[in-house]
């Protein structure tokens, strides 16, 4: 019964998450490096712009979901 007070933001398998997480930046550093090699300037070795892409795509959803867990624990 004392389980049905936990919280909403609460996550019911905090290990599993911490994994996931711990485990999808790798995951997305991979995928970008991979697109903007793809898609990027078509040369073997990467460009300044190649790069500065790669920074940007990487830090910039890691700075928004920073933000939004200092949000959410603000909220709580």
Do not use: C, K
């Not at 996550?11 to 990027?40: E, H, K, Q, S, Y």
Request: without cysteine.
């Amino acid at each position: 019964m004392g389980d049905q007070n936990v919280q909403a933001g609460t996550p019911r398998r905090p290990a599993l998450l911490a994994v996931m997480l711990i485990a999808g930046i790798p995951f997305w550093v991979l995928t970008v490096a991979n697109l903007v090699g793809d898609f990027g300037s078509g040369r073997i070795d990467p460009t300044a712009v190649d790069i500065l892409a790669m920074i940007v795509l990487m830090a910039v959803p890691m700075l928004a979901a920073a933000l939004v867990e200092a949000w959410i624990q603000r909220r709580d």
